[in-house]
């Protein structure tokens, strides 16, 4: 399970060092795409398979299905770990995120999401903010 908040610094060559704790996990390689709210998702193999399986369920005649499927799909990339840990992430990836230097690494259960440390100081700060209202809205759907 991913969980906890790093910060990160890209280096000149777009490489990125995952915590420690984190890379027994990747080590039989990993996938980095598009993610929401401006993030990238990094995915274990494992989790990358269930998530494109569930993908590969959506209905094609949907548009919004369609749309998910290549934000999620096309901007895709295999990744393996260095010896210290780093992977590349692709300059398409990084301009779609905003990432230049700082990032910072955010474990949510089953995947890591890389964000732009500026980012994810203004959505942390709004979520916080909104936290009563958003438990109350799950508490709602029974969660």
């Known amino acids: 399970m991913f969980i906890g908040e790093y910060n990160h610094q890209i280096d000149e060559k777009g490489r990125i060092s995952v915590p420690t704790k984190f890379r027994n996990d990747l080590v039989q390689g990993a996938v980095v795409t598009r993610g929401l709210d401006s993030s990238l998702f990094l995915l274990p193999l494992e989790e990358w398979d269930k998530l494109a399986g569930s993908i590969a369920g959506l209905p094609l005649g949907q548009a919004n299905s369609r749309a998910f499927a290549r934000l999620m799909l096309a901007g895709a990339m295999d990744v393996n770990l260095d010896k ?14 905003g990432l230049e230097k700082k990032v910072v690494i955010v474990g949510v259960n089953t995947r890591l999401e890389l964000w732009d440390e500026d980012t994810w100081n203004e959505y942390r700060t709004k979520t916080e903010q909104d936290a009563e209202s958003i438990a109350e809205q799950l508490g709602e759907l029974g969660i």
């Open 84 to 97: 210290q840990g780093r992977f590349i992430v692709p300059e398409f990836l990084r301009k779609y995120a």
